[in-house]
């Protein structure tokens, strides 16, 4: 690996540990958390944010300074392996015992996710057209570092595997994307600015993705004291809890 | 194979028949023209249209009303193996016996090409989702129209197989396209609506493309006589004679 | 006024007398045709591509190439004062005697009217940003050219100036708008390629708007013989002439 | 006013005292901080983002879900108006003594100006065409805000009026602007989702213009430990006092 990507990676497993070290959301489920509504409200927001990649992972290429076809062969693959992918995320909730009927009546994404799916359309059609693969960089990656979390949300929350398919099968599926990022990137990186615009975008949509997750557990605090609109279905934790046991 | 794609592959058979008897293009060859510009001049505008289809077929995927995943599959898929295709057009061109350096210096593309893309973007971007293979209906079977013709080309104009990959290979490939299309569209086309779609995009992309072919018949009669800018580097028929024999 | 500018206004002036001298459309009108029907569908079609004008001027603005901020200007000032007039011709049409009740219910664009569409979109956002100079070069001069048939028209299909707005308002307006447009071409063409691009992008709309009118003369003729769906609203000419009388 | 409208100029006040409490920016200049370079990143920054306004401005007009003529022509007029402001920036930052041939050569726009102009494209674009309304609500108020702030600058760092015609004449411009936006914002809301949609994009842009402003404080800190890149024209801040004494 070239001394450049293993930069890049401890930059990234840095930031992690940065976040994850004043993240409110790790801290609700490393508290122990019971309530699987706050995996309701991640899964919500996944799905928003999951329906756009596909299609701006497809839009890199028409940068007008895109001029590399496998480099294009790669995003157009990419982009159609990651085809109808919120279903996932929206499959999980029903089987988490969550009343919907169908995406359509799912409450609206938050203002995070809003500000992340535009910085990363944003990143997919302007700009140096290599940057996308820092998003990719990471978010193959990113099962190592929220795994440990995720189990111990799945055992408090008492989750079945049905109910987390988005986030085990992406975790096995992304072994090998990881390394056809890797490859890519090894490949289009030729320039110190091809690198620099690798790394910011990894930056931005990392710190974008945690204060997307800082959101829920806000909103997750707003939903505990009634206050959080548009989100009846999830019920309430006791009724829940009799819904599950 | 249903109705509608009979009157769809009838109506399309029809309209190449109608074009070719009027057309000065298929003339020219017919008529056993020698002269490889003609050719050369075929070839520069399959570059320049050529570039756009891998892209606009990609865009598909954005018109907010697409929400079939297999389609949306199918776009990237078919994306994915058009990249770069418009290099074939060039490698001909140069294997044809012209002097081009780079596709960076070929004349800019005819208005007929430019009216004839801008009107695939536009059906690509907008409108019925699934229009966009009225156009994949015709291309992926246009060999069987033109393959004759070609090859009356070929024979007086002395080209070489290695001249002629782009439309060789394609006549291949495009196969198995022809029943990838054929299948997509029995899946899609739901409505009368989609199916008129389909006949609406099929027959705006099939007479702009006979335009298209019209306009490089004039401009060869342009460059006979000498009045047609930026294609110096096609030389004279002459002095093209003796470079190849 | 420049030698460029005048040789622009020569190939404009002969492109339409060359258009006209074979039209199906103006043949028509000139031939007496008293059926008020014909005068419908060419409001229905201006409809169509009216609405679009003030989006598609706008978008230059978004031509990554642009840099004249006096040029970015004109264009929202030109993109501000068209929006909704393609709300006149939908009044026009009322004040026809056609029975619509909202632009919604109108048949769709025919295919010549979106090639149109689809290639002033091209232009405005991609290539030359002045190109686009080109279209509105001829269109705001165009009344010269139509205004003569317009009034063998309306004396024929006995039209009311009320139902003339679009065409006789633009006349009005346009005087302005052409100096305005001549202004912005002899500021903004600095090289022979801008004087190109935008004579190119003349001859590109100014054709497909013939094309657009021979779309319409051929839908007169499907009309009549009951063969043009989704225009039962129209009725027939006789009971048209009823209504009118 | 709507009550409507004193709830969301509660909140836009509520949300600056907020910020502005805990702001490393604000808590510079209140400091009493003498060196310009603040300033000029500032300006940078500024150049950075004001020249996408105009652009995003008019893209309101591209959403497909926008039908109101009187808020089309105000977007476009507006987004007239703001043309080229950057460029007060940009004569700011030399008037400033910081020797910037063109804008050309400016360091790039920061991670956090590449979110906010993300956002705002990403709102002008897609969902309510309302929502950007809520940007244009603050934006045009802001002086009020930042105005205190930027006289202790001004006193501070010596800063002459000619070098601070951006923040100067936007205050005088923005008076009328500012009654044009409440007039909007009341004849366009008609339904409370249109007030939510404001109200976001308004907590959005106001909130990722505060971290572009906290970015810029980072910067400074960089800067004055020779750790930013790209920024040497700014000299050091002895240098750069001897020149402008």
Known sequence: MSEQLSQLQRLCTETWDAFKAKSEFFKLV???LCDRRLYALLLIQTY???????????????????????????????????????????HDLKHAGFAVESPSVLPKPSLETDIFVAYVYYISQ??????RLGYSFWA?????????????????????????????DHAAIDQKHSEDVHK??????KTQDDWDAVKTAMLGTLTLTHRLLEGIARDYSLLVQGKLPHHEFLGSETSFAEVVS
Chains 1, 2, 3, 4 share one sequence.
Not at 61 to 86: R, T
Not at 126 to 131: A, E, I, K
Not at 184 to 189: G, K, T
């Open 140 to 168: 193959e990656d990113a099962y190592d570092h929220i795994m440990p979390t995720l189990q111990i949300a799945a055992q408090n929350m008492k989750l079945k595997k049905s109910a987390m398919t988005f986030f085990i």
């Open 48 to 90: 928003h944010y999951t329906r756009h990649n596909a299609i701006n992972q497809a839009m890199v290429c028409q940068n007008p300074k895109i001029n590399d076809f496998n480099y294009m062969k790669y995003c157009l693959d990419h982009a159609q392996e990651e085809v109808g992918h919120e279903m996932m995320a929206f």
């Open 184 to 189: 890519q990137i090894l490949r289009v990186c």
């Open 30 to 32: 490393q508290d122990g």
């Open 126 to 131: 302007t700009g140096n057209p290599v940057q």
